[in-house]
């Protein structure tokens, strides 16, 4: 008897939890069509390993523009043609601009002084305007290229000194960019190519670990009463290795900032008055971000920001140049062609950024290579900030956005030949990734568009030019390359395990 009364009570219970919280969530009136959700988990189990390609096949089921689906009792919009990403990210990008923060990472501090995570508020202004005006402007850029052509050719020095052995490429490209970072903010290496387990490795240890817990599934982004729980303790995961992050950032700007005092210090002694004012001059324009890790108003804030540019600029570029690295190795004659332009172009000189924009061919070939491995397959999902209607469907309040830049970039109603590898699609083409050719967009478009454009095709184009001008290097264990298989992911594109592993050989330079 108690047995059957426990039973009847669950199921009024259950019917009870789905029509308070769950039966409005459900109703998908109004929305852009899609597949039909389930009760309380919605689509949930018909999600797979990679979304970005499965949202692309459910694309092409709803009319190829816009579906939606229900993650739990989450909405999501998805567009998936140049038209539907136009709407979100040109028509309506106001009203479309909000970010769906993931549940792990409502970290309080961290989401209020953030770029990537905050809404289009006043402190996004301030700091969108120093990514324009200061830390990517042209000048800046410039400035600072020296040091990416010596950290490009420092990685091509440690691979030709690891001639014949076998190298996970993706642990020294990732190095690589760390250190490059590392210079322009700390003024030191925070890696050591040669010492995967050295101290500074606890760096790029963290990073990836943020990127991992950022990209593992939490139930509350699909049930967000339960958001407040943090029942499996994903946020306070997340809020520990942030704190180590800025522990490992803080002791290196602490060593910075007393290097430059002591520095200061003994130029005050023998400066002359002119001397000393050109230095006041000197660090009032400053180098990279010096006005940020100089000033005694250094704070917190200040700590998320550089932290986050060397958060969302790194994963992304490395992974890219792995990407690189992997089309050279199954394409030669693609990276003889770059070669033999890069040889008519400098000749025996050693290629630097300022010759990238006589390099047509590499240009063409940095393009192919974000078309084809976008390293944020769905852009990062935006949030509605008001329902609107989009192509005569609604979207409400707080629905998620997603747009499928890897899916509108193989389409085949737009490209000639998607899945094949050709730089030579882009030769006699205006097309390019600036966010105004939306069957093109690895970096976004509209307001919240990745301010870091200048930077990273700086990076990827001296990276992969040094390597091929002064490198050859084939699979380990007489690899076909044509047996090479690369996979992607969700979130980050390139599978980690197996990393692409390599054999450097050396060429005459
Ligand atoms: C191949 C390299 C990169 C790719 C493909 C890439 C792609 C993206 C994408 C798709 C977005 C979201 C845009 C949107 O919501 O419409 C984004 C945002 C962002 N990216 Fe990048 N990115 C790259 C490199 C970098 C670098 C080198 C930096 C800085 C050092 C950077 C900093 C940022 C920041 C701060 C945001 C957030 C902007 C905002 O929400 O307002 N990215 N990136």
Not at 158 to 173: A, D, H, P, S, Y
Not at 178 to 186: A, D, K, V
Not at 398 to 405: E, S, T
Not at 449 to 476: E, M, Y
Request: charged fraction near 25%; glycine fraction near 6%; charge should be neutral.
């Amino acid at each position: 008897m108690e047995i059957v009364s426990a039973t009847i009570a669950s199921i009024f219970f259950i019917i009870f939890i789905y029509v308070f919280f769950f039966k409005d969530q459900t109703s998908t009136k109004g929305l852009p069509p899609g597949p039909k959700p389930w009760p309380i988990v919605g689509n949930l189990l018909q999600l797979g390993e990679k979304p970005h390609a499965q949202f692309a096949e459910l694309a092409e089921t709803y009319g190829g523009d816009l579906f939606s689906l229900k993650l739990g009792s989450q909405t999501v919009v998805v567009a998936s043609s140049p038209s539907a990403a136009t709407q979100v990210l040109k028509t309506h990008d106001r009203i479309l601009s909000g970010r769906y923060v993931f549940q792990s990472f409502r970290v309080e501090k961290h989401v209020n002084n953030s770029i990537v995570w905050s809404e289009c508020n006043e402190n996004w202004k301030m700091l969108r305007k120093v990514c324009r005006t200061e830390v990517f402007s042209s000048k800046m850029i410039e400035s600072q290229a020296h040091l990416r052509e010596a950290k490009a050719m420092d990685l091509v020095e440690f691979l030709k000194g690891r001639e014949g052995q076998v190298v996970k490429i993706t642990e020294v490209v990732f190095g690589t960019l760390i250190n490059i970072f590392g210079r322009l903010i700390f003024s030191q290496d925070v890696f050591d190519l040669g010492d995967p387990t050295g101290g500074s490795a606890e760096m790029k240890d963290h990073i990836w670990q943020m990127l991992e817990m950022g990209n593992s599934a939490n139930p509350a982004d699909y049930f967000p009463f339960l958001g407040k729980f943090d029942l499996f303790g994903q946020r306070r995961a997340v809020a520990n290795c942030l704190q180590q992050i800025y522990d490992v950032w803080g002791a290196m700007l602490r060593d910075r900032r007393r290097a430059a005092a002591r520095r200061e210090l003994e130029l005050i002694l023998t400066m002359t008055l002119l001397a000393s004012c050109l230095m006041l001059a000197w660090m009032i324009k400053g180098s990279m971000l010096c006005s940020w890790y100089d000033s005694d108003s250094w704070n917190h804030s200040r700590e998320s920001f550089l932290y986050e540019l060397f958060a969302a600029g790194t994963e992304t570029t490395s992974s890219t140049i792995e990407w690189a690295v992997a089309e050279l190795t199954k394409n030669p004659t693609i990276k003889e062609k770059l070669r033999r332009e890069m040889e008519s172009v400098v000749g025996k000189e050693r290629v630097k950024e300022s010759d990238i924009p006589r390099l047509p061919y590499l240009q063409a070939f940095v393009k192919e290579i974000l078309r084809l491995h976008p390293p944020t397959p769905m852009l990062l999902p935006r949030r509605a900030l008001e329902t609107c209607q989009v192509m005569g469907y609604t979207i409400p309040k707080d629905c998620q956005i997603m747009v499928n830049a890897w899916a509108i970039a193989r389409d085949p109603k737009i490209w000639k030949d998607p899945l094949k590898f050709s730089p030579e699609r882009f030769l006699d083409s205006s097309l390019d990734f600036k966010g105004n050719d939306f069957e093109f967009i690895p970096f976004g478009g509209g307001r919240r568009i990745c301010p870091g454009i200048p930077l990273a095709t700086q990076f990827i184009g001296i990276i992969v030019a040094t390597l091929v001008q002064n490198l050859d290097w084939s699979l380990p264990n007489g690899m076909d390359p044509s047996e090479l298989v690369m996979e992607e992911k969700f979130g980050l594109t390139l599978q980690k395990e197996p990393p692409l592993l390599i054999v450097p050989k050396s060429i005459e330079f």
